[in-house]
C-alpha cells in the first residue's frame, strides 16, 4: 500500500487494529486526541470493569507485548479498573507499537475531517481508488495526512447523551453546566465527594453505570445523613431496573446490582416515575428545578449526574458516505443484531469486515463507536471486528470471513463491578456489561416526600 492505514483512535480497539496492522507488516498511523493512550478509559480510570482481564487484551497484542519482553502479563482472572486496564496494558501496547517498523502513534492530535482526497461527498468518480485525506488538529495546527483506508476507532465517550428527554439538551441544561456531570463520578475521592455529600442530587440513568453512583451516593448517604437519595424514571415503575426480564441479565450480575437494590430501596430514595426531562431552572436559592414534559417538579436539587449513555460523533465524516442504522447510528446491518431491546452484550455474536463494510470503500467504524447508541459493546467482540477488518485491508478474504472469537462458556462480564472489591463476582453466570442504559431516564437522590 502506497499510504498508511490510519487508524483513529489510541482506546482498546484502535491499539488492537494496530496490533493487527503490526502483525501483519501494514504500515499504520494511530492519531489519538488525548495526551496518551486509553485517554477516555483514563476519564473513568476509578471504575472497576465487568470483565476479567483474560476479555481485555486482544490476542495480536498480547503476541506483540510477550515478544517485546518488558511487558508483565496480568493475572487473566482478576477484574481491572480502567486505570489499571490503561496503566498495565493499553500504555505499553501503544508504546510497543510506536516502536514497530511502519507504524506509529501520535497524540494530541485530533482527527476532525476524513474525506477522499480532492473529492467531496458529491465527487463519484475515483472514490474507490484514490486516498483518503485525513484533516488532523495538533499543537503545531492543522495538518493532512493520505491514508490507503481509514479505521473509526473514536468511541462514543466523548458525546454523552443529554438530560433533555427530546435528546437535545433540555431548557436551561447548558447555562447550568456548573451543576452537572455526565458519567460516574469517583466518589471515593474525598475532593469528588465533598461536591455530593449532605447535597441533593439527581442522576439520570438505569444501567450499570447509574447503579454504580446509586451505589456511591447510598455511602455517602450513611456517612452524611445530609445527602438527599430520591430517583426519577422515565418508565412508569423502577420495574426491572435491577435484573428479571428476558433482556436483562442484570440480576445475575451480583454484586453491583444487589448493592444498588439496597440503596434504593433503603428508604433514603424517592422514585418519580415516569419523568422526561423539559427544563432546568435556577432557584432564586440558587439550587435547581427539574421540569418533566408532563409537568411534575423535582426542587432544591443541587447537582445533576447524567449517565444516560452515548452517541457517537459523525461530524468528522461528513464527507464520506456512510449507511447507518437510522435509530441506533450503527452500522446498519449490525443494528438487528445489539438492538437494546433485544440483546444484551453477552449475546452479541461475533461479527467482522462484511457487517462493517461502508458504502465508502477502505473506510471502518469499529469499536464502541460501531454500535451507535447500543449500549451492549464489549472489547472482546471489538478485538475480532478489528482482526477481521485488518485481514480484509490486507487482502486476506479468508481470515478475514473466519470467525475466531469463541465467547467464553462461563459467559461474558462475569465481575461484579464491585469498586471496593477486585475479586467479587458476579453470583450467576453470564452478566451484562452494558456500560449505561440506552435510553435516557432521570434518576435522583432525596429523602422521601421530597
Ligand atoms: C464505565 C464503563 C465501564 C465499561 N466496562 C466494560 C467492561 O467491563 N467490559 C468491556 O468489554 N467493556 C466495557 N466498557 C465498554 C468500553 O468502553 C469498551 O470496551 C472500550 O473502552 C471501547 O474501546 P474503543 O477503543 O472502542 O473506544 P474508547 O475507549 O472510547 O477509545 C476511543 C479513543 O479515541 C480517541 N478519540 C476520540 N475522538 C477522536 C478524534 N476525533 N481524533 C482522535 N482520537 C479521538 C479518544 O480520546 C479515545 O482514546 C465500559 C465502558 C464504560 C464507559
Known amino acids: 500500500m502506497q499510504h498508511p492505514v490510519v487508524i483513529i483512535g489510541a482506546g482498546p480497539i484502535g491499539l488492537a487494529a494496530a496490533a493487527n496492522a503490526a502483525e501483519r507488516g501494514m504500515d499504520f498511523v494511530v492519531l489519538e486526541a488525548g495526551a496518551n493512550a486509553g485517554a477516555a478509559v483514563s476519564e473513568w480510570a476509578h471504575v472497576r470493569l465487568f470483565s476479567s482481564w483474560s476479555e481485555l487484551v486482544d490476542p495480536a497484542a498480547r503476541r506483540l507485548l510477550d515478544a517485546a519482553g518488558t511487558w508483565t502479563a496480568p493475572d487473566d482472572g482478576a477484574y481491572p479498573t480502567g486505570g489499571q486496564w490503561r496503566e498495565a496494558y493499553l500504555q505499553p501496547l501503544a508504546d510497543a507499537l510506536g516502536g514497530t517498523p511502519g507504524g506509529s502513534v501520535r497524540y494530541d492530535a485530533r482527527v476532525v475531517g476524513v474525506g477522499r482526497a480532492g473529492r467531496d461527498l458529491m465527487v463519484d468518480s475515483g472514490r474507490e481508488g484514490d486516498p483518503f485525506a485525513v484533516h488532523v488538529e495538533g499543537p503545531a495546527g492543522r495538518e493532512r495526512l493520505l491514508a490507503s483506508a481509514v479505521v473509526d476507532a473514536s468511541g462514543t465517550w466523548t458525546r454523552p447523551n443529554p438530560l433533555g428527554a427530546d435528546g437535545y439538551p433540555a431548557l436551561g441544561e447548558t447555562e447550568n453546566a456548573d451543576r452537572f456531570t455526565y458519567g460516574i463520578p469517583d466518589l471515593n475521592d474525598p475532593a469528588v465527594a465533598a461536591r455530593y455529600a449532605g447535597k441533593h442530587v439527581a442522576v439520570a440513568g438505569k444501567g450499570a453505570s447509574a447503579q454504580g453512583v446509586l451505589v456511591g451516593l447510598a455511602r455517602l448517604a450513611k456517612a452524611d445523613p445530609g445527602t438527599r437519595v430520591s430517583w426519577l424514571l ?140 447500543a449500549p451492549s459493546f464489549l472489547a472482546l467482540t471489538g478485538y475480532e471486528q478489528v482482526r477481521s477488518v485488518m485481514a480484509a485491508l490486507d487482502g486476506d478474504l479468508e481470515a478475514a470471513g473466519r470467525v475466531e472469537l469463541v465467547l467464553p462458556e462461563t459467559g461474558v462480564c462475569n465481575g461484579a463491578g464491585a469498586f471496593d472489591d477486585p475479586d467479587a463476582v458476579a453470583s450467576v453466570e453470564g452478566g451484562c456489561c452494558g456500560p449505561a442504559a440506552a435510553e435516557p431516564e432521570l434518576i435522583s437522590l432525596g429523602r422521601p416526600g421530597q
Open 234 to 373: 422515565r418508565r412508569p415503575s423502577v420495574g426491572d431496573a435491577f435484573g428479571g426480564g428476558d433482556n436483562d441479565q442484570l440480576e445475575q450480575r451480583g454484586k453491583l446490582g444487589q448493592d444498588a437494590k439496597a440503596a434504593a430501596t433503603s428508604g433514603m430514595v424517592t422514585n418519580v416515575t415516569q419523568f422526561r426531562t423539559e427544563s432546568v431552572t435556577r432557584q432564586a436559592d440558587g439550587r435547581l428545578a427539574i421540569t418533566s414534559v408532563n409537568g411534575q417538579l423535582v426542587g432544591d436539587v443541587d447537582e445533576v449526574i447524567v449517565v444516560t449513555g452515548f452517541r457517537p460523533d459523525f461530524g468528522f465524516l461528513s464527507e464520506v458516505r456512510l449507511d447507518l442504522d437510522p435509530a441506533l447510528g450503527a452500522a446498519r446491518v449490525l443494528a438487528d443484531q445489539i438492538h437494546p431491546d433485544h440483546h444484551s452484550c453477552g449475546d452479541v455474536a461475533p461479527h467482522g469486515y462484511k457487517e462493517l463494510t461502508q458504502p465508502e470503500h477502505g473506510l471502518y467504524l469499529v469499536g464502541m463507536k460501531s454500535y451507535g447508541r
